[in-house]
């Protein structure tokens, strides 16, 4: 039986998502065990924080962008603040799932990532989307990733960049601080897997927005490869996979 106060909180980074953090927040809050949600407004320039307060979540604004790391961690603290001024105060710190704010309404499939957290079974799970998206050239960071990590800890996931992900409070501060911006999940898998704590896959009927070709996408994506790149070296596992296409 779960606890009546709950044991999972809800960190969801956002950033101008105005028109699906609505239904993030609500996917989130039907879960089973959560009873936090936080959406860290990563200074956003459009009505994401409105929109996610309005659908039941505690709200956190940056009030310029810092990036997902930064978000990921202000709304980590947030959690334990809310916990140490709520009634189960010096109780076991909820559990972290972290969402990503454009999955709308399939967030309300993100329950398999909770269970082996919860019974104990893993110390972090990463989602496995069912459901491929085409992203537009995405596969050449996934690389970058994938073959870092498996350099880093002798283990590759499927989806290295998945930011849906669960870890009980001590995996996640076994991380910290977190790798800067983008390279946030790479990092955070090395780090865990070098802590000697256990990470398990799970596959997940959640999708959010694919990434398109135009050249935002494209700038984004150039970003993205070198976060990941520098959370790798950092922690010298930088391996740059052939060139195909960004």
């Excluded at 039986?1 to 993030?24: H, K």
């Excluded at 603290?77 to 704010?101: C, I, K, Q, T």
């Excluded at 950092?234 to 052939?242: E, I, N």
């Amino acid at each position: 039986m779960l606890p009546s106060s709950g044991d999972v909180a809800v960190v969801i980074p956002a950033l101008n998502e105005s028109d699906r953090i609505g239904a993030t927040v609500k996917g989130a809050v039907s879960l089973p065990g959560v009873d936090i949600v936080v959406v860290v407004d990563d200074g956003s320039g459009d009505g994401t924080a409105a929109a996610a307060q309005a659908a039941g979540a505690v709200v956190v604004r940056h009030s310029r962008n810092r990036g997902k790391a930064a978000a990921m961690e202000t709304g980590a603290e947030s959690v334990r603040l809310l916990e140490a001024a709520g009634p189960d105060a010096g109780g076991v710190p909820r559990h972290l799932l972290f969402l990503d704010a454009d999955l709308a309404e399939t967030a309300a499939g993100a329950a398999p990532l909770i269970e082996p957290v919860r019974s104990g079974a893993a110390d972090m799970t990463i989602a496995v989307f069912r459901d491929r998206v085409r992203q537009g050239g995405h596969g050449f960071v996934v690389r970058l990733a994938g073959s870092g990590i498996d350099r880093a800890t002798g283990w590759r996931p499927a989806q290295p960049l998945n930011g849906q992900r669960c870890l009980t409070r001590a995996a996640f501060e076994a991380a910290c601080p977190l790798a800067r911006g983008f390279g946030a999940e790479t990092g955070l898998t090395i780090d865990v897997r070098r802590a000697g704590l256990r990470v398990v896959e799970v596959e997940v009927p959640l999708a959010h927005r694919a990434t398109g070709t135009d050249w935002r996408s494209q700038l984004h994506r150039a970003r993205q490869f070198a976060d990941v790149a520098r959370a790798l070296a950092a922690r010298s596992a930088l391996v740059l996979p052939r060139r195909r296409s960004l």
